[in-house]
């Protein structure tokens, strides 16, 4: 089992940037893929990318257009997103979530979820 704990989220404007966190407890961190979510008030989960166990693999949602990046620490038990030239429509509560090993787009098959941090962007 995992616990993970998002940090980082906050108020920018439009065309700032933010990195968000993810710490995990337990000595298994490498043996789990990744993956960032956000949900808008009023719509459904949504998958922002995935990053595999070792780092090697990643994907991001296409309306991403390369403007966020994911990573991991292992060492540090820790998955990053990096949040550039943010926009309004960007506003949400970020969840970061964990799986043993599947590479998945899909937020029913992920086993392990933070709290969220909110992100708030202002036009």
């Known amino acids: 089992q995992v616990q993970l704990v998002e940090s980082g989220g906050g108020l920018v404007q439009a065309g700032g940037s933010l990195r968000l966190s993810c710490a995990a407890s337990?000595?298994?961190?490498?043996?789990?893929?990744m993956g960032w979510f956000r949900q808008a008030p009023g719509k459904e989960r949504e998958f922002v990318a995935y990053i595999s166990s070792r780092g090697d693999r990643r994907s991001y949602a296409d309306y991403l257009k390369g403007r966020f990046t994911i990573s991991r620490d292992n060492a540090k038990n820790t998955v990053y997103l990096q949040m550039n030239s943010l926009k309004p429509e960007d506003t949400a509560v970020y969840y970061c979530?964990?799986?043993?090993?599947?590479?998945?787009?899909?937020?029913?098959?992920?086993?392990?979820w933070g709290q969220g941090t909110q992100v708030t962007v202002s036009s």
């Open positions: 979530a964990a799986n043993l090993g599947r590479y998945s787009l899909y937020p029913r098959e992920y086993d392990f």
């Open positions: 337990g000595r298994t961190f490498n043996n789990y893929a």
